[in-house]
């Protein structure tokens, strides 16, 4: 099943939906939604067959396929899949239907077309597909850039009150980063070969100059750093995630920010090793500069939306962290934290939009002992934080220490500081789920007819997979690991690190490895 054209079908597919959608009358938007969410569980489907064929001891990329596109820039259509990809690939196919059936009922105002939301939903699914099966660094480009647009046009037509400026803000920054990015491919292909083919760039990019690598690097690091979002680039993120509807940005937190980090460890550690050993302290400063900063804003915020953003922003920190540790242990976990990051976020964005739909408001203070009214609702926002703030028994748990526990064995400072971030974490989640669910009842929620319906059928079938999946992951994270594992040791060999070796204490008090 591996010469099966896997990766191409599955790129293809959400953007043919996308056209047959977009070509459904406004007026039947029942017909719109349920096309879209049929086609988003064959992308599934398709997706969990992937998963079983992909061989986890097997060749580093799978799934190989390669056609003729550009022939005098060597620019391929060239799709292939590690683990790290593959990983990523299957979240997005499990969150896709979640969101649309969360996002459900988000545009029958009557006054927003429902199919051109939903075939925007489907497109973006096609370019995210795309930027995680692309093998040549042009085509990754062209997926890069591309998948700004459908986020663009579902931010600004079906956003909130900000949606104009958040839209703008968020697309001027990611293509402000495209644009370093664009200078650095270019670079890469002059001194690389003539080629885009990433197998052939990873044996000819140890002839580049030294210094010429790491400036090549840094156009590629600040484009991922923007996309991730990482601190200083992060300021785009609270005004998108706060202005998109939950369902999107479940799929904007979720997913779509991992394409910065996907792209650090696709492309800047194997490209350009000596780069990345280089700048691997400042990486390491802003990361845990980002854990703190963003999650001391994300205790004084007061809007919902933008309070789970900058919680996001936080964990980006941890993910940044096990990239550059350069371990196994903390690489891993980062890979995995990037799954668990997009259950979890995605989990409490699109309960915080269930909340925001009934309330008509985004704010904590509009608030105040909703529980009473929807009690299980309630449990559902509470486990969602707490998944979020990487309670042991959840997914987020097994990622957050293999991440620490993999920095401390090279980088004790980070990792103690680090661990800081899990402390503010309790703090911001335990004070938003206090302010909003718990304590006296806000008499204002009463007089809203909307609040005092607890969560629908629907509702639940959003919700479950997620919570089955976070418990499922938090007590056996081993069929995910033994994937992300062979991808993560390959990327370590890349940059020419190796794991330390356990220490002793000899007789003498010196330290042996």
Known sequence: MNDFPFLSILTLLPLVGAVVVACIPRRKAELAKRVTLAWSLVVLALSIFMWVAFKAGGDRFQFHESYQWIPSWDARFTFAADGIALVMLMLIAVLMPVVILASWHDVDDGQRSAPTYFALLLAFEFTMIGVFAAADVFLFYVFFEVMLIPMYFIIGSFGGARRQYAAVKFFLYSLVGGLFMLASVIGLWV??????????????????????????????????????????????????????????????????????????????????????????????????????????????????????????????????????????????????????????????????????????????????????????????????????????????????????????????????????????????VLWMVQRTTQGTLNPALEEVPAMRKDMTLREKVVVAPLVLLLLLLGFYPKPVTDVINPAVQATMQDVGKTDPGPTAVTANGGVAR
């Not at 196994?328 to 934290?337: D, E, F, I, K, P």
Request: aromatic share 14%; proline share 4%; charged share 10%.
């Open 191 to 428: 001194l690389g070969g003539h080629t885009f083919d990433f197998t052939r760039l990873l044996q000819s990019v140890g002839e580049i100059d030294q210094n010429t690598a790491r400036w090549l690097f840094l156009g590629f690091f600040i484009a991922f750093a923007i996309k991730a979002p990482f601190f200083p680039f992060h300021t785009w993120l609270p005004d998108a995630g706060g202005a998109a509807p939950a369902g999107a940005a479940a799929l904007l937190v979720g997913v779509m920010d991992k394409v910065g980090t996907f792209g650090i460890l696709r492309y800047c550690l194997p490209l350009f090793p000596e780069a990345s050993r280089w700048f691997a302290p400042a990486a390491l400063v802003l990361a845990v500069i980002g854990i703190l900063y963003a999650a001391l804003l994300a205790i004084g915020q007061n809007d919902l939306k933008r309070l789970v953003s900058y919680t996001s922003i936080a964990h980006f920190g941890f993910i940044g962290v096990g990239i550059f540790a350069f371990t196994t242990q903390a690489g891993t976990g980062s890979v995995l934290y990037m799954v668990n990051h997009g259950l979890a976020t995605g989990l409490l964005f699109i309960v915080v939009g269930m909340y925001v739909a009934r309330r008509g408001s985004s704010l904590v203070s509009d608030f105040g002992g909703a529980g009473k009214l929807t009690p299980l609702l309630a449990g559902v926002l509470f486990f969602a934080g707490l998944a979020s703030l990487a309670l042991p028994g959840t997914a987020p748990f097994v990622s957050e220490f293999l991440v620490l526990i993999g920095t401390f064995t090279v980088h004790k400072a980070y990792a103690v500081i680090a661990t800081v971030g899990i402390i503010l974490a309790a703090a911001y």
